[in-house]
C-alpha cells in the first residue's frame, strides 16, 4: 500500500525558517518525481515544488522561488521542504504528492499545518 | 504561464442528478488535464487522468472528456458521498510546473 506521512509543521513566526518532510513507503520512491502541494485556510490546491528522481532538477512557484528548497533522501524514502523567510500568506496545509507519468499527483499524504504568525 | 477557469463555482444539486463541470485553460494543454475530488479535512483524490481516463478505483459514473482548452467532467447521477470540490489540474511541457484551478464546490440542493 503505497503512503506519504508528512510531518514537521508548525507555528512560526514571520521570518522564521521551518523544514516539513514526508516519509514514503509502499513503492519504489527512486523511482518518482515528487512534489509539495500547498493549500492555505479555506482556499484551493497551489503547487509549490517538484524534484527529479535522482533531485538534480528542481522546480518552484514563483512566490517561493529563493526562498523555498526541495530535496530528497532516497536512501531513507523521504522528501523535504525547506522553507526559510517564511511569510504570513505561506500559511498552509502542505502536501507531499507522488507524481505519476509526470504529469499528475496519484498519491498524497495527509498534510500537515504550517502556520506563520506572531 | 497557463491559468484554469472552472465554472462553475458552486453547484446545488440533489443526489441521484447529473454533475457537469467545466474547466478552460488559457491556452490548449492538448489531453494533459486531470480532476481531483477533495472533501474537507481530506487530501485531494485523483478522479480523471488525460482528460478522459478513470484513475484507479473510480466509480464509472466520473467521466472526463474534453481536449485543447475546453473540458468537462460529468457525474452521471450523483451520490451522497460526491459532494465535495472538485479541481481541475494540468502541467506546463517546459519547465514542469503545476497549476490548479480554482475548484467547483458541488452541495447538496
Known amino acids: 500500500e503505497v503512503q506519504l506521512v508528512e510531518s514537521g509543521g508548525g507555528l512560526v513566526q514571520p521570518g522564521g525558517s521551518l523544514r516539513v518532510s514526508c516519509v514514503a513507503s509502499g513503492f519504489t520512491f527512486s523511482s518518482y518525481w515528487m512534489s509539495w502541494v500547498r493549500q492555505a485556510p479555506g482556499k484551493g490546491l497551489e503547487w509549490v515544488a517538484n524534484?527529479?528522481?535522482?533531485?538534480?532538477?528542481?522546480y518552484y512557484v514563483d512566490s517561493v522561488k529563493g526562498r523555498f528548497t526541495i530535496s530528497r533522501d532516497n536512501a531513507k524514502n523521504s522528501l523535504y521542504l525547506q522553507m526559510n523567510s517564511l511569510r504570513a500568506e505561506d500559511t498552509a496545509v502542505f502536501y507531499c504528492g507522488r507524481v505519476v507519468g509526470a504529469n499528475y499527483f496519484d498519491y498524497w499524504g495527509q498534510g500537515t499545518l504550517v502556520t506563520v504568525s506572531s | 504561464e497557463i491559468v484554469l477557469t472552472q465554472s462553475p463555482a458552486t453547484l446545488s444539486l440533489s443526489p441521484g442528478e447529473r454533475a457537469t463541470l467545466s474547466c478552460r485553460a488559457s491556452?490548449?494543454?492538448?489531453?494533459?488535464l486531470a480532476w481531483y475530488q477533495q472533501k474537507p479535512g481530506q487530501a485531494p483524490r485523483l478522479l480523471i487522468y488525460d482528460a478522459s481516463n478513470r484513475a484507479t478505483g473510480i466509480p464509472a459514473r466520473f467521466s472526463g472528456s474534453g481536449s485543447g482548452t475546453d473540458f468537462t467532467l460529468t457525474i452521471s447521477s450523483l451520490e451522497p458521498e460526491d459532494f465535495a470540490v472538485y479541481y481541475c489540474?494540468?502541467?506546463?511541457?517546459?519547465?514542469?510546473?503545476?497549476?490548479f484551478g480554482p475548484g467547483t464546490k458541488v452541495d447538496i440542493k
Open positions: 491556452q490548449s494543454v492538448s489531453s494533459y
Open positions: 489540474q494540468q502541467r506546463t511541457n517546459w519547465p514542469p510546473i503545476f497549476t
Open positions: 524534484i527529479k528522481q535522482d533531485g538534480t532538477e528542481k
